[in-house]
């Protein structure tokens, strides 16, 4: 399955941004969804994950309360609604698919990722 990322941008402390991730190529509903974010010099990390019918979700303890990930797989896209944004939540957003049930939390278990797209939360 290929992946489009959008959505992200500059925004002040506070504000909120809506990123999108559009699947095409494969049964976008086979694919447990997954969101990652990557800080300059740290390491990809968690942000928040999905399952194929959108009734289960996980959420970073960073994030949880203020992100909210969703999906349409009549529309072929998933979606992380960013309420309350910090600077630290600065970062390139990755949306990613995996087939597997099991590793929601873990980069190495999804089989696909998008671009990437750059938020930016200014203090």
């Known amino acids: 399955v290929q992946l489009q990322a959008s959505g992200g941008g500059l925004v002040q402390a506070g504000g909120s941004l809506r990123l999108s991730c559009a699947g095409s190529?494969?049964?976008?509903?086979?694919?447990?969804m997954g969101w990652f974010r990557q800080a300059p010099g740290k390491e990809r990390e968690f942000v928040a994950a999905i399952n194929w019918s959108g009734g289960s979700t996980y959420y970073a303890d960073s994030v949880k309360g203020r992100f909210t990930i969703s999906r349409d797989n009549a529309k072929n896209t998933v979606y992380l609604q960013m309420n309350g944004l910090k600077p630290e939540d600065t970062a390139v957003y990755y949306c990613?698919?995996?087939?597997?049930?099991?590793?929601?939390?873990?980069?190495?278990?999804?089989?696909?990722w998008g671009q990437g797209t750059q938020v930016t939360v200014s203090s």
């Open positions: 190529g494969r049964t976008f509903s086979n694919y447990a």
């Open positions: 990613a698919a995996k087939d597997r049930t099991w590793g929601d939390y873990d980069p190495t278990q999804y089989d696909y």
